[in-house]
């Protein structure tokens, strides 16, 4: 059996004396585009149908004739294979319409003759016909003419008689006979498609020129059998794989909104929050522009305490309270238990009410130390003899309240009043976000007299009361409300005693603990900040309650707390409330989450609600 190589798909030859071959060759469409482009297209390659047949008896090379040109976007696209038998004619004249050609020739065989009459208005004809016609030629390995690798008999093909020109052909009777004979008809000719008129300048042979004939082509595409078709087209004009991708994205989108919906329906949110009105954060412009002159600050007794968030100094020695219940003294580069309140683990946050949460802590006069434990309540500890004093329990009431979150305290010099906060009737310490998020303002400024035993509160409805610090005359208590970004002033004696008003509003961040500063003023300490320009999540909640509860449905606070921003800022005021200096630590790499800035010995002592570590910066390199 013969095989006559081209680029993409061999043909058989049949093993039987008479055989006519047809392969289907790509080559390069530089000959006229035949067909108008649609908008898709573009004219690249074109598929060539070839014939050819062999004789045996000695080297002979392949003689084609080119049926016909289509053109074809896929290059991919691989044409199958079609071959017929031909029963045995004879030629008018007896002669094979092949002749001779040396095996190997570069150039195709002179006086190729198309099967295609070149009256007939085919669709994808193209390029030239006859000697020297390149276009239709298939090139082989290396450039070569398409060539037999075996020899083998192959009777003749019938001519039919002489075209005008000298140039002989099949007319289109018998052309479009061979065509159906060999089931190539419906690839020349668009089904229910009625074929162009003769054009009126042909001749009454049946015959036109080339020229007319490209004129007369029917502008559409003719089919073509291949192994591997396009993917069938929806109505649309959507592909197979367009379909599936859109089913697949409806799909997992349903998948993603229906358990979302089923949430925000049937669960119950933890908070009810309320609208608040926050002004537009200040421009952090001028003293409050951002820095990283926190950065400069050196880590101590890192891994050693978890969550130092007040510090203390008696004399030289520090003292803080931890995360996990204890109060500790800070000396000679080591940490030294002096008091627990509660007992228990304390590994966790929700381990806080059993074993106690020390937050803010003062030196008292008698060289005490004074705590408030968020849980507990108000405590004297004696840290030489390491005796612990309860003053006053959370489980008091106070005009009918409990203290549910003791936060700070602050003392007179005397030591006869602790002034302190206590920051939610409704949230514990370990729900601080909760409260922070919901807006509640059932938070109280609280004076408690050492003498007296008695516990007046002196403001209420506050909204997140934290860090509160005496004057340095001791005539007014300043307070901050967290949530609202802001400072409140409450007078404790003078002609003012019992009023209160707004000592620094519109903060450039969320204030936690207030101490004093050596030059009269004060130091606060910021957590995160609300950047101006910038995105604050805090800010862009504060008027979308519904936002809120969706939120705290879905996400735990852990995971809120994550996409708040991490930027470290200590704020220095001046007795009158205005901004002095501001010092930043922008993504919380050496001072995160600060809680307090308390000074001592030309050093600033940072705390931290989370960190495991204190931070000590020069105030010369501030």
């Not at 070839?50 to 691989?78: D, H, K, M, Q, V």
């Amino acid at each position: 059996m013969t095989r006559f190589p081209c680029r993409e798909s061999l043909l058989p030859c049949l093993p039987e004396p008479t055989h006519l071959q047809l392969c289907h060759c790509w080559t390069p469409s530089q000959a006229r585009w035949p067909l108008r482009p649609r908008a898709h297209q573009t004219p690249q390659l074109s598929t060539t149908t070839w014939i050819f047949s062999e004789e045996l008896g000695g080297p002979s090379g392949a003689r084609p004739w080119a049926l016909s040109t289509y053109p074809e976007t896929a290059p991919s696209t691989r044409v199958q294979t079609v071959e017929r038998r031909l029963d045995s004619h004879k030629g008018e004249h007896g002669r094979r319409p092949f002749s001779r050609n040396p095996i190997g020739s570069k150039q195709p065989p002179s006086g190729a003759t198309s099967l295609l009459p070149a009256w007939a208005p085919r669709r994808g004809r193209t390029g030239r016909e006859g000697p020297g016609g390149r276009e239709h030629g298939c090139p082989g390995p290396k450039g070569r003419w398409l060539q037999s690798v075996r020899e083998q008999t192959c009777r003749e093909v019938p001519r039919s008689r002489a075209r005008p020109g000298g140039r002989k052909g099949l007319d289109s009777r018998h052309f479009r006979a061979l065509l159906g004979r060999w089931g190539l008809l419906r690839h020349f000719r668009a089904p229910g498609r009625r074929r162009a008129a003769r054009p009126s300048g042909s001749s009454p042979t049946g015959t036109m020129s080339e020229a007319d004939g490209l004129r007369q082509r029917r502008p559409l595409r003719p089919q073509v059998v291949t192994d591997d078709g396009r993917a069938p087209e929806a109505k649309d004009g959507s592909s197979f794989s367009g379909r599936v991708f859109r089913a697949t994205f409806l799909m997992l989108a349903v998948s993603l909104v229906l358990p979302l919906l089923g949430a925000m329906l049937l669960l119950d949110s933890p908070i009810d929050p309320q609208p608040l009105s926050l002004k537009e954060p200040p421009l952090l412009l001028g003293v409050l522009q951002p820095n990283t002159k926190l950065r400069e600050a050196e880590r101590l007794f890192e891994n050693q305490l978890i969550g130092p968030e007040s510090i203390a100094n008696i004399g030289d020695v520090l003292f803080t309270g931890t995360a996990d219940g204890r109060v500790v003294k800070l000396e000679n580069g080591e940490v030294e238990t002096i008091a627990r309140f509660g007992s228990g683990p304390c590994k966790t946050r929700e381990d806080e009410p059993a074993c106690g949460r020390p937050l803010g802590i003062r030196a008292g006069p008698n060289g005490t130390l004074l705590v408030a434990d968020a849980y507990k309540g108000l405590f004297e500890v004696n840290p030489w003899k390491r005796e612990v004093k309860l003053l006053l329990s959370s489980e008091t009431p106070i005009e009918g309240r409990k203290l549910s979150f003791v936060n700070d305290l602050t003392v007179t010099r005397d030591g006869r009043k602790i002034y302190f906060t206590d920051s939610s009737s409704k949230w514990q310490r370990r729900d601080y976000l909760l409260l922070v998020m919901e807006g509640t303002d059932d938070g109280r400024l609280l004076e408690y007299d050492t003498e007296t035993k008695e516990v007046k509160v002196l403001l209420d409805h506050l909204q997140f009361p934290n860090g509160v610090q005496l004057s340095p005359a001791e005539d007014f208590v300043l307070v901050a409300e967290t949530t609202m970004a802001r400072i409140r002033r409450f007078y404790v004696s003078g002609l003012m005693k019992g009023g209160a008003d707004l000592f620094v509003e519109n903060l450039p961040g969320f204030p936690d603990n207030i101490r004093a500063s050596s030059s009269g003023g004060y130091w606060v300490g910021m957590s995160t900040i609300r950047p101006n320009p910038g995105f604050s999540m805090l800010d862009f909640l504060s008027q979308r309650p519904y936002l809120k509860r969706m939120i705290f449905k879905l996400l735990s606070q852990e995971t809120v707390v994550k996409f708040v921003r991490r930027h470290s800022l200590v704020l220095e005021l001046s007795d009158s409330g205005a901004f002095r200096r501001s010092l930043h630590d922008p993504d919380g790499q050496v001072a995160a989450y600060v809680s307090e800035a308390h000074e001592h010995d030309g050093h600033l002592y940072l705390g931290s609600f989370r960190a495991p570590f204190l931070c000590r910066l020069r105030l010369q390199d501030a």
